[in-house]
C-alpha cells in the first residue's frame, strides 16, 4: 500500500471533479487506450438529489458524471453482474460497492479481471427523498434552488445559484431522523481497500485527491494515465497521512457506537412479522443473485391461498443467505414498503457472524464464506 496526491492536467475535468479530478481523468486514460469498453459512474440527471448509474463509452462525456453526489445511495455491483459480466468495466465504487463485488466475485458472478475499481471513501449517503426533506426544514433555502452539495467536517453543506452556502452540522440533522441513511451511520468499512485504489479527501490538500494505491493493478492505473499526461501526482506529508488515518478511525468509532446503539433495539420476528413478501428487498439485493432461479420463487412455498412465502418463511430463506454476507448497503430499506429495516436486522447477524467466525462480508480476505468453491458451479 502507498499514498498519493493526484490531480488532473485537464482543465475541465480539473473544475468539474469533486477533488483533484483524478477519477474522471484515470477514466478517461481507460477509454481512451482502449483498456476498457466503458465506465460505469453516476451522472445527475434533474438535480443533484438524482445519480443516475451511467455507462460511458466515449470519453468526452465523463466529464457529467465527474463530482461526488451525497444523495445517491446507488449500488454499482449488481449492475455489473446483471448488465456487464461479459465486457471490460471501470467502475467508481463506494465501500459497500467493493465490498458487494467482491463477494460476487467469490460466487463466480464477476470475474475480476474484467473490472478495475477506482474506490471512493465514504463517510455515507444521504437518501434523495429526505434530502429534499432535510434541506426545506433545516435550511433557509429551498431544495430546488441547491446546484451542489457536498459533506465536510462533520456538516453537510449546500451551495446555492448565487454562490452563497449554508452548512448544518450532520450530527445534529441525525438527531432529527435526517443526515445519513441509518445504514450509512452503522457502515465501518470507509476506505474501500479492495478497490485497486481508494480515493477521498481526507487528507488531501485543496485541488488535490488523496489517493491510496492498495494492489499491482492501482499502481499501474497511476503510472498509465500519468504516462498519457492526464493525471500529476506528488507525496503527501506525514501529516496528511496521519491526519487521514485518525478521521477514519472516529468514523469507525462513530458507527461502531451506533451499532451498540441500534443493535438491541430490533426484535426481529416482530419486524419480519410486518413483512408482505413483496418480493422487492431480494430483487435489489445484490448479493443475491440466484433471483432467476430463487428458492424463494419455488412453487413449493407457495400454495392456493397464499401468492409468496410466509413472512417468517420468506426471511428465513433470505437469512440463510444474507446472515453470512450481508454487506450493509442499505438498498432493502430504500425499497421497503412496510418501513422494516430489513439491513439493520441482516447487518445484525452478519456481525454476530462475524464475531463468531472473523468473516466480515466483502471485507474478509483469508476467511471464506460458508460454501465457498474456488471453482464455478452452475445451478
Ligand atoms: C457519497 C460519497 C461520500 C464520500 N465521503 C468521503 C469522505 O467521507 N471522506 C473522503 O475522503 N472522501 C469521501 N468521498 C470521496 C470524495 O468526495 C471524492 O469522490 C474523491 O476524493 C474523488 O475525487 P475526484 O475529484 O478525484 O473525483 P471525480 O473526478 O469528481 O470523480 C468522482 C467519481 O465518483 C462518481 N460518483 C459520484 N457520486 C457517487 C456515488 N454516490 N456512488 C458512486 N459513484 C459516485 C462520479 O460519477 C465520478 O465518476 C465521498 C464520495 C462520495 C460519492
Ligand atoms: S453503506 Fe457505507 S459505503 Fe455504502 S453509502 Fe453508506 S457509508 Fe457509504
Ligand atoms: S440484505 Fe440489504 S443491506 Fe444487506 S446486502 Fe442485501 S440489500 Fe444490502
Ligand atoms: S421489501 Fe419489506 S415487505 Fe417486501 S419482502 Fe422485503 S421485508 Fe417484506
Not at 477521498?200 to 494505491?213: K, L, S
Amino acid at each position: 500500500m502507498s499514498y498519493i496526491l493526484a490531480k488532473s492536467k485537464n482543465e475541465d475535468i480539473l473544475k468539474a471533479g469533486e477533488c483533484g479530478g483524478a477519477v474522471t481523468s484515470i477514466f478517461k486514460y481507460l477509454l481512451d487506450e482502449g483498456i476498457v469498453d466503458g465506465v460505469l459512474a453516476l451522472s445527475p440527471h434533474d438535480d443533484v438529489y438524482d445519480g443516475i448509474p451511467t455507462f460511458v463509452t466515449n470519453s468526452e462525456d465523463l466529464i457529467n458524471t465527474a463530482g461526488s453526489y451525497h444523495c445517491a445511495p446507488t449500488m454499482i455491483g449488481d449492475l455489473i453482474q446483471k448488465y456487464f459480466a461479459d465486457k471490460k468495466v471501470a467502475v467508481a465504487v463506494k465501500p459497500c460497492d467493493i465490498r458487494s463485488i467482491d463477494e460476487l466475485i467469490k460466487r463466480h458472478k464477476i470475474n475480476p479481471d474484467n473490472i478495475y475499481t477506482v474506490g471512493l471513501n465514504c463517510g455515507g449517503t444521504v437518501s434523495p427523498v429526505s434530502g429534499r426533506k432535510m434541506i426545506d426544514l433545516f435550511y433557509e433555502a429551498s431544495p430546488d434552488d441547491v446546484i451542489s452539495e457536498e459533506i465536510d467536517k462533520g456538516q453537510f453543506i449546500i451551495e446555492l445559484a448565487d454562490g452563497s452556502e449554508e452548512a448544518v452540522k450532520i450530527h445534529d440533522l441525525e438527531k432529527e431522523g435526517y443526515g445519513r441513511r441509518n445504514n450509512c451511520q452503522r457502515c465501518d468499512v470507509k476506505i474501500p481497500r479492495k478497490a485497486n485504489i481508494a480515493c477521498g479527501n481526507w487528507g488531501a490538500e485543496d485541488g488535490w485527491t488523496f489517493i491510496e494505491i492498495n494492489d499491482d493493478k492501482g499502481q499501474k492505473l497511476i503510472d498509465g494515465a500519468k504516462k498519457a499526461g492526464i493525471l500529476e501526482t506528488k507525496s503527501p506529508n506525514e501529516a496528511a497521512i496521519e491526519g487521514r488515518a485518525k478521521v477514519e478511525k472516529i468514523m469507525i468509532k462513530m458507527s461502531k457506537k451506533n451499532q451498540e446503539a441500534t443493535y438491541p433495539l430490533v426484535n426481529e420476528v416482530e419486524e419480519w412479522n410486518r413483512c408482505i413478501g413483496c418480493y422487492a428487498c431480494r430483487d435489489v439485493c445484490p448479493i443475491c443473485w440466484c433471483y432467476k432461479n430463487c428458492e424463494l420463487s419455488k412453487s413449493y412455498f407457495k400454495d392456493d391461498i397464499i401468492a409468496s412465502p410466509m413472512p417468517i418463511a420468506f426471511q428465513g430463506v433470505r437469512l440463510s443467505h444474507m446472515s453470512f454476507s450481508c454487506v450493509d448497503c442499505g438498498q432493502c430499506d430504500d425499497v421497503c414498503p412496510m418501513d422494516i429495516p430489513v439491513s439493520l436486522v441482516f447487518d445484525k447477524l452478519q456481525k454476530k457472524y462475524q464475531n463468531r467466525t472473523g468473516y466480515l462480508a466483502g471485507v474478509s480476505d483469508d476467511i471464506k464464506p460458508p460454501l465457498y468453491s474456488p471453482d464455478k458451479v452452475e445451478l
